[in-house]
């Protein structure tokens, strides 16, 4: 268990663990005691651009965050804002009064960490410590932490086999499936069953990459786009690749209509959506406007409303009340621009 300023109580944590926790608090204070802001919210009238929703803006501009849903509610953990100093800030979205609050602070400063909900209970994987704005390396992370919602803190769980960050997520009967990462941990696949605690390595992703899409449909993970570098001048990739649980095997789909990486990824009404992203050479922002879906029962991608403010860099997006809420994001390649931006999409197609 962990105590409000976020380190631990527990005697079984390693050295290189406490070293983390201590470097993060460090980090948060010299950015002004991010975690010791007070839990307050804000509100804004939310306007409409055809499939297209704004709702109130975040707390705090954030690119490079975990983006899931709760219990009803929007969770944005991590990343950075500009100046990409990592933050240990979780920002909370409530639907029923268009407002945010903050949630218990993360136990470390981290970015490019990637969440997953099974039966209510909220996963944070992953992750980079460190790096980006700081002059110091990054420090991919293996940990997993679950959100204890009656004590209101974080709590470790068995790390994953490998340390990652710049993956996907997607939860098939219970068990979190956790593909891709930074290099050199393009090709990991693995996953974590959160009632025993455990992790099995599983195939390789058969391409090698990060900042992808992932989603699961049918029983299957499906995993596309993405980079092969570490940064946003990497070669992209539209690959899309489908792994089967119940065979153990990878196969490839057809590619996206674009490469590109970056996106924010969700499945809803049975389809996978991936939207925006980076590296489009032809803006001057460099931000990819596509609002783009597969069908998997056509077995085709197609495109419909682009965004209207194009976006980057968050890990994931929520589906709530016929939405799909995109919080945050980055406005042009990189990291240094993350936003308040609360854009929320109606899907114009169902895949069931």
């Known amino acids: 268990m962990y105590s409000g300023n976020g380190l631990a109580s527990r005697d079984s944590w390693s050295l290189r663990a406490r070293r983390l926790v201590v470097a993060g608090m460090l980090t948060a204070l010299l950015v002004g005691g991010i975690a010791l802001v007070p839990r307050v919210a804000v509100t804004a009238p939310p306007g409409q651009d055809g499939p297209w929703t704004t709702f109130a803006p975040m707390l705090q501009p954030r690119s490079e965050s975990a983006v899931t849903e709760l219990n009803g509610k929007i969770y944005v953990i991590g990343g950075y804002p500009q100046g990409r100093i990592p933050s240990n800030v979780v920002q909370v979205y409530d639907p029923a009064t268009d407002s945010w609050s903050y949630g218990p602070p993360f136990p470390v400063p981290l970015h490019h960490t990637m969440a997953a909900v099974v039966d209510g209970t909220l996963y944070v994987i992953g992750g980079e410590f460190e790096g980006a704005g700081t ?4 420090q991919y992370l293996d940990s997993v932490y679950m959100l204890d919602e009656a004590a209101d803190e974080w709590v470790p769980r068995a790390p994953m086999p490998t340390a990652r960050s710049a993956g996907g997520a997607a939860v098939i009967a219970g068990k979190i499936y956790v593909a891709g990462g930074r290099p050199p941990r393009g090709h990991d696949f693995a996953v974590y069953d959160p009632a025993a605690d455990a992790w099995t390595v599983l195939p390789d992703l058969p391409t090698a990459r990060n900042h992808l899409a992932v989603g699961a449909i049918d029983g299957k993970v499906y995993v596309a786009g993405g980079r ?25 789909g057809p590619s996206m209509l674009e490469p590109r990486s970056g996106m924010s990824s969700i499945v809803a009404n049975g389809c996978l959506w991936a939207m925006g992203g980076e590296r489009d050479r032809t803006t001057d922002s460099g931000v990819f406007p596509h609002t783009e879906a597969f069908d998997p029962r056509t077995s085709t991608w197609q495109r419909f409303t682009p965004m209207p403010t194009p976006t980057h860099g968050q890990i994931g997006a929520a589906f709530l009340d016929g939405r799909i809420h995109i919080p945050g994001g980055a406005v042009t390649m990189g990291g240094d621009t993350g936003s308040t931006l609360h854009q929320a999409y109606t899907p114009e197609l169902s895949c069931r």
């Open 228 to 252: 092969f570098g570490p940064d946003f001048n990497s070669e992209l990739t539209a690959v899309l690749e489908i792994y089967d649980p119940a065979t153990n095997t990878w196969t490839q």
């Open 135 to 138: 002059g110091r390396p990054s």
